[in-house]
């Protein structure tokens, strides 16, 4: 028998680690080419690394949440034949000359790309106790990407018991929609009054520690000063409402983001600072001409900023269907590297969630971001009486080494303008 070697791919220009997030294999499991080994990230983008040949697992070179340089070696397989070959990046494998049985063949392990499926025969489905037929294989380790996976553990579900519809009984987000509509729920708490002692340790990895470091580096290095205005949306809000009921078929429904976004543009003409970037390393602030929004998103796997690009050259039905477009990437995992980096600011909203006030944390090495709070209906003295308004609280942040307190309320205060009065919104600058 020989010995095939799976380095760690080159799974971006300029990255020279990853972290692995997820195992699909241990030693002695049996794999067939194609089959996904494992999953790694770098910059909040998970790729996911097949199997370029069959055989039998012998080692793994690394444990869930360990950092891996690109090129070292990640899994040894033992295949039919003699010697030893070598999976690299960016070749495909080369079978070992016999009369070099002490040398070795560099080939290349080819990257998954997120939707390529692992293709691996199927046993005869064994009956789970809830009747759902589950395969040999998969009674022991569930085929499915890492944001399944967290959308399962959050719903309290066991994958295994969910039956997938695509190759190798692969679990899709729809196979797990369909498994929660038919009424799984999540384990019920053991019934009476106990106390409880045991303690859950959970291994920070993949990209919850990369938010962890995020956080960790805005709050640490900018100095955040955090400033709050309430916004009348009553006017804006009727007019969302009769664009979205003259929309074409094809035109998406609008939220308040694309407004907000629009308004930035406009507000941002007026003050440039607030789009800008700060490496305080160099001491070098980047005022962009450009703006590019970053959109925090809340995903099954944790929090992402996907970013609309060029939103200054984006009208509101542009900025909508873009918005739709990124958010729906980044839910399903498939964001690419280049959507998820380069803001230039940032909104964070938690829509109905959004609560009165909160102080958002800077996305470094921005300057800026805004806060939208949820809309609520408020008694307002008009002069003369109380009327009910539609208000909304903005909570924006800045960073106070590049942001004046001054500055910052001008450009709120620029931004409260253009919501309040939405058509200047559309006047050309």
């Given at each position: 028998m020989?010995e095939?070697?799976?380095?760690?791919?080159?799974v971006?220009?300029?990255?020279?680690?990853?972290e692995?997030?997820?195992?699909?294999i241990?030693?002695?499991?049996?794999?067939?080419e194609d089959?996904?080994?494992?999953?790694v990230?770098?910059d909040?983008?998970?790729v996911?690394?097949?199997?370029p040949?069959?055989?039998t697992?012998l080692w793994?070179?690394?444990?869930?949440?360990d950092?891996?340089?690109v090129?070292?070696?990640l899994?040894?397989?033992e295949?039919a034949?003699?010697?030893?070959?070598?999976?690299a990046?960016?070749?495909?494998?080369?079978a070992?000359?016999e009369?070099?049985?002490?040398?070795?063949?560099?080939?290349?392990?080819?990257?998954?790309?997120p939707?390529?499926?692992?293709k691996?025969e199927l046993?005869?489905?064994?009956?789970?106790?809830n009747?759902v037929?589950?395969?040999p294989?998969r009674?022991?380790?569930?085929?499915?990407?890492?944001?399944v996976?967290?959308?399962a553990?959050?719903?309290?579900?066991?994958?295994?018991?969910?039956?997938?519809s695509?190759p190798a009984?692969?679990?899709s987000?729809?196979?797990?929609d369909?498994?929660?509509?038919?009424g799984?729920?999540?384990?019920a708490?053991?019934?009476?009054?106990a106390?409880?002692?045991?303690?859950?340790e959970?291994?920070?990895?993949g990209?919850?520690?990369?938010?962890?470091?995020?956080?960790?580096?805005?709050?640490?290095?900018?100095?955040?000063?955090?400033y709050v205005?309430?916004?009348?949306?009553?006017?804006?809000?009727d007019?969302r409402?009769?664009?979205?009921?003259?929309?074409k078929?094809?035109?998406?429904?609008?939220?308040?983001?694309p407004y907000?976004?629009r308004?930035?543009?406009r507000a941002?003409a007026?003050?440039?600072?607030?789009?800008s970037?700060?490496?305080d390393?160099?001491?070098?602030?980047s005022?962009h001409?450009?703006?590019h929004?970053?959109?925090?998103?809340?995903t099954?796997a944790?929090?992402?900023?996907?970013?609309?690009r060029?939103?200054?050259?984006?009208?509101i039905?542009?900025?909508?269907?873009e918005l739709?477009?990124l958010?729906e990437?980044?839910?399903?995992?498939?964001?690419t590297?280049?959507?998820?980096?380069?803001?230039?600011?940032?909104?964070?909203?938690?829509g109905?969630?959004g609560?009165?006030?909160?102080?958002?944390v800077?996305?470094h090495?921005e300057v800026?971001?805004?806060?939208?709070?949820?809309?609520?209906?408020r008694?307002?003295w008009?002069?003369?009486?109380?009327?009910?308004?539609?208000?909304?609280?903005?909570s924006?942040?800045f960073?106070?080494?590049v942001i004046d307190?001054?500055?910052?309320?001008t450009f709120?205060?620029?931004?409260?303008?253009?919501?309040e009065?939405?058509?200047?919104?559309?006047?050309e600058?």
């Amino acid at each position: 028998m020989g010995e095939f070697v799976i380095k760690m791919p080159d799974v971006g220009e300029g990255v020279a680690e990853a972290e692995l997030v997820e195992w699909h294999i241990k030693p002695g499991d049996p794999v067939r080419e194609d089959m996904i080994l494992a999953a790694v990230m770098t910059d909040k983008a998970t790729v996911e690394i097949p199997s370029p040949v069959n055989g039998t697992v012998l080692w793994l070179g690394a444990e869930i949440g360990d950092t891996v340089a690109v090129k070292a070696p990640l899994v040894r397989i033992e295949i039919a034949g003699e010697g030893e070959a070598t999976a690299a990046l960016d070749e495909k494998p080369v079978a070992k000359k016999e009369e070099k049985p002490a040398g070795k063949a560099e080939t290349v392990a080819p990257v998954a790309k997120p939707a390529q499926p692992a293709k691996v025969e199927l046993k005869t489905p064994a009956p789970a106790a809830n009747g759902v037929h589950v395969s040999p294989e998969r009674l022991e380790k569930a085929l499915a990407s890492p944001a399944v996976r967290q959308r399962a553990r959050d719903s309290g579900v066991d994958l295994r018991q969910v039956t997938g519809s695509g190759p190798a009984g692969r679990i899709s987000h729809d196979d797990l929609d369909q498994f929660l509509a038919r009424g799984a729920q999540p384990a019920a708490a053991p019934a009476g009054l106990a106390r409880k002692t045991a303690v859950d340790e959970i291994k920070v990895t993949g990209l919850r520690r990369r938010i962890a470091e995020k956080m960790t580096l805005s709050t640490s290095r900018i100095p955040h000063i955090t400033y709050v205005e309430e916004v009348d949306m009553t006017a804006l809000e009727d007019l969302r409402t009769m664009m979205n009921r003259d929309r074409k078929p094809d035109q998406p429904k609008l939220t308040i983001l694309p407004y907000l976004m629009r308004a930035l543009v406009r507000a941002i003409a007026d003050l440039p600072g607030v789009n800008s970037t700060f490496d305080d390393g160099a001491g070098i602030i980047s005022r962009h001409h450009a703006v590019h929004i970053g959109i925090a998103t809340q995903t099954p796997a944790g929090l992402t900023v996907p970013v609309v690009r060029h939103a200054e050259a984006r009208g509101i039905w542009d900025c909508a269907v873009e918005l739709n477009r990124l958010a729906e990437a980044a839910r399903t995992g498939t964001a690419t590297r280049d959507e998820l980096t380069g803001s230039t600011i940032t909104i964070s909203s938690l829509g109905a969630l959004g609560g009165i006030v909160s102080t958002p944390v800077i996305n470094h090495p921005e300057v800026a971001i805004v806060g939208v709070n949820k809309l609520a209906i408020r008694p307002v003295w008009d002069g003369t009486q109380f009327v009910p308004r539609k208000i909304m609280n903005l909570s924006s942040s800045f960073d106070h080494r590049v942001i004046d307190g001054w500055d910052a309320a001008t450009f709120v205060q620029r931004l409260k303008t253009l919501l309040e009065t939405p058509a200047l919104i559309f006047v050309e600058a």
